[in-house]
């Protein structure tokens, strides 16, 4: 009943009075998430380390030390066997590529579906050679650095520096706080949670407009009202539109998270958990960081310019 009265009704929450807290939480993730990027790194997909992947599934519980001993023949360097799914009759079969090539590595596909021959259904084969998964690499750094840099030419242009200012730097927490936790947990980080890193930062960008565009309006509207209290009042007023936003992209995520599969774990991870954060930093790091500024003075300051350009 809660949850629909703030849907329905507005409300008069103060935000602003954790603010200090939530600047202290922030940091404190923000460093523990480069931490663990430095120490523990990422657990690169097959997509960009290279290497094999075939998921096998059998109408029995698989023996996982069964299967890596008769594997030990192969000479596919580094291996990773993990079992998919709560029943145990499903297994991952994972092997970095090293210094293979294309060739080689479907070859070592064929001969793994030799040893274990036709008891199992194989439900996913995929190779992809080192050159390639390094290429795939560069291009999903390359287009996740253009798309946040053309959002941050949007950003700077579309609001005073103050705003951008606010807005970059929320992209730039939610961003590294969501990649920091794909690190930490150890979800696949893939041309697949690229998509869902850039989509996340679309989202917090248009969360974070919403919000600026209704405290803009309120400058306007409440020429008397203190600062603080404003922005307060401008969150208020959208929180409405926040929760059924972000309750209704829940409903889809989170069923996708539990029973998707291993293919939609870590992006239906990072959509849930790029959600959760950009939400919360639209709040207390966008908005919050305004009342460091006088924007009163800077929105006098346009009117200023905008009527002495039409006399």
Known sequence: MTILKWITKDTNINFMKARRFTYILSSILVIASFASMYLKGFNFGIDFSGGVLI???????????????????????????????????????????????????????????????????????????????????????????????????????????QFAIGALLGLFHDTVITVGL???????????????????????????VVTYDRIRENLKKYRKMPQEELINKSINDIFSR?????VTTLMA?????????????????????????????????????LNLFDLRAVNHKDEENYFGTIG
Do not use: C, H
């Not at 192969?74 to 990773?80: A, F, H, M, P």
């Not at 979800?187 to 890193?197: G, K, R, Y």
């Open 253 to 289: 995520v989170i069923p996708l998270y539990l029973w998707g599969g291993d293919a939609l774990e870590s992006f239906s991870f990072t959509i849930l958990a790029g959600l959760l954060i950009g939400t919360y930093s639209s709040i207390y790091v966008s908005a919050s960081i």
């Open 55 to 161: 998921e096998i599934k059998s109408e029995k519980p698989i023996n996982v030390e069964e299967i890596r001993n008769k594997l030990s023949s192969v000479d596919l360097g580094e291996l990773n066997l993990q079992t998919i799914g709560l029943e145990g009759d499903e297994l991952m079969i994972r092997a970095l590529a090293k210094d293979k090539d294309e060739v080689a590595q479907r070859e070592a596909v064929a001969e793994i579906r030799n040893i274990l021959g036709n008891e199992y259904e194989y439900r996913r084969v995929e190779t992809v050679g080192p050159q390639v998964g390094d290429e795939l690499k560069m291009a999903g750094i390359i287009a996740s650095v253009l798309a946040i840099a053309a959002i941050a030419i949007y950003i700077w242009v579309r609001f005073e520096w």
């Open 182 to 208: 794909l690190s930490m947990f150890g979800f696949d980080f893939s041309l697949t949670t690229v998509a869902a890193i850039l989509t996340l930062v679309g989202y917090s960008v248009n969360d974070k």
């Open 242 to 246: 926040t929760l059924l936003t972000g």
